[in-house]
Antibody, heavy 123, light 108 residues
Framework: EVQLVESGGGLVKPGGSLRLSCAAS????????MAWVRQAPGKGLEWVSS????????FYADSVKGRFTISRDNAKDSLYLQMNSLTADDTAVYYC????????????????WGQGTLVTVSS | EILLTQSPGTLSLSPGERATLSCRAS???????LAWYQQKVGQAPRLLVF???SRASGIPDRFSGSGSGTDFILTISGLEPEDFAVYYC?????????FGQGTKVEIK
């Protein structure tokens, strides 16, 4: 059974930093792209960042480019999101999501999602 | 960036009725790479349909997707109590993948 478990969310002050983690199990982690998708309170879904199977490619939404860094450790079956220079607009539930297998014609279809971790940016 | 517009915003129906949800793209979606997700309150989204019309694993056949180009439809042929939720379409043919704003299916 595929499982994605996020951690690392919490309350942080504007301008602060936070590192999210996602522990994956139930599939061959190194075979799939991975992504972070967020959802502000009461709002819709917003793709944040994706990473390829060997970390050769990393893509970011314009809203987080230069502030967030996605990474993965295939030996630990883990995905990470380093978030710096946080603002109130970054307040959201952050979901870890599984992307397609390597060599897919697309990279942002998400077939499994974690339960999410809440990030609140407030003074 | 492709903009997706979902309609209606809210659909009020009774159990057993048919639900028809629309998703319109601002430009043609490459290879009909259009997905639908279901999200219940307090839960993560769940993939229902990909490639416009292919059901994801374990999804009941009362859920069906159709469409191509810029116009897509998700049909729920007979609403079950567990189907009342918010539904999002997403295009993943062009980067960034974008989501619609959602359609809430509520009990009438």
């Amino acid at each position: 059974e595929v499982q994605l478990v996020e951690s690392g969310g919490g309350l942080v002050k504007p301008g602060g930093s936070l590192r999210l983690s996602c522990a994956a199990s139930g599939f061959t982690f190194s075979s799939n792209a991975m992504a972070w998708v967020r959802q502000a309170p009461g709002k819709g879904l917003e793709w944040v960042s994706s990473i390829g199977t060997s970390s050769l490619y990393r893509f970011y939404a314009d809203s987080v480019k230069g502030r967030f860094t996605i990474s993965r450790d295939n030996a630990k079956d883990s995905l990470y999101l380093q978030m710096n220079s946080l603002t109130a607009d970054d307040t959201a539930v952050y979901y870890c999501a599984r992307g397609p297998p390597q060599y897919s014609d697309y990279d942002q279809l998400f077939d499994f999602w974690g339960q999410g971790t809440l990030v609140t940016v407030s003074s | 960036e492709i903009l997706l517009t979902q309609s209606p915003g809210t659909l009020s129906l009774s159990p057993g009725e048919r639900a028809t949800l629309s998703c319109r793209a601002s430009q043609s979606v490459r290879s009909s790479y259009l997905a639908w997700y279901q999200q219940k309150v307090g839960q993560a989204p769940r993939l229902l349909v990909f490639g416009a019309s292919s059901r994801a694993s374990g999804i009941p056949d009362r859920f069906s997707g159709s469409g191509s180009g810029t116009d897509f439809i998700l049909t729920i042929s007979g609403l079950e109590p567990e189907d009342f939720a918010v539904y999002y379409c997403q295009q993943y043919g062009s980067s960034p993948g974008t989501f619609g704003q959602g359609t809430k299916v509520e009990i009438k």
